[in-house]
């Protein structure tokens, strides 16, 4: 059976994704519907060399179209605003954003690592995506996770500027423009605080009571729920002047007593679905984001013992946040929810 799909912010960098991840996948869909605002209602969106017009977002345009999934990544507040009516027509909400992700009755999933979770969809009718840097660093935790137990996680994070939309890669491009012109000073700084080319950022959203910002407070807690796993999270979220995919640089305490054994790690991360392993420093191959970009594997690389504690482990994790950050994870849960639908 055929779906009527929607995707919310149709006209955005993970929007626009989504229309290529859904092909990709052959998702099964009866009639698209893309959504925007207003302002670019009329506007065409393309998928399967086709050209669909753009709708604008609407409290009744879900019913209407008897949208049956609907996909949402056009900021917190519209979906904040909006998913009820979705839902109130009939539809499952797949929502990218940070808006329902913590909430008790919400599942927040990644379908490799717990997709047991989709099933109390029907409390709500959401399914939250978890944040991107989230996203990648739990494909490489589970498996080991289940291959010894972890206790504890330090990360820090090197984040491309696609994380913050179409604008932030314009302005990336913009100031490195500037710079060749030697104008740079002069160039316009609204996606981030500061001047990102030449640069990095330790500041990715806002800054929270207890001195971390709001993304890194978003890979502990999140990690936790995904995990259903008390693991203590340490993260330092950075933003790079990188177009696309994030990198992740992650170190991981096993429970006391454990001996890391580095092939060990290394199989059972080739193991997980979805993972790739590049890791032969000697002749310089690790993931890097000109490997990830425009792929649907989270890439894990430079796995090594700690020198001084064998029960932790070292390596660096980089994947295409766009897509397994945001739409091609959405469309994975979108096609395990079908699949568990059409069991019951
Ligand atoms: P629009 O192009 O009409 O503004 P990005 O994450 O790349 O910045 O994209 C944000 C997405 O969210 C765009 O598709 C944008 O549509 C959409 N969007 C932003 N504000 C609204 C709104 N008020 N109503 C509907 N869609 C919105």
Redesign the pocket.
Known sequence: RKFNVAV????????EELFRVLKDYNFPINKLVPL??A??AGSKVEYDGKEITVLE?TETCFEENEVEIAFFS??GS?SEKYARYAVEAGAVVIDNTSHFRMEANVPLVVPEVNPEDIASWRETGIIANPNCSTIQMVMSLKPLDELYGIKRVDVSTYQAVSGA???GMEELVKQMQAFFAFSLEDSEKNAFAHQIALNVIPQIDVAQANGFTKEEMKMVNETQKIMHKEIAVAATCVRVPVLRSHSESITVTFEDGVEVDVNEVREALERFENVEVIDDLENNAYPMPIISTDTDATYVGRIRRDVYSPNIVHYFNVADQVRVGAATNAVRIGLKWIEMENEI
């Open positions: 919310v912010g149709a006209t955005g960098a993970v929007g925007a605002s302002r670019s977002l056009a900021g519209i939309g179409k604008t």
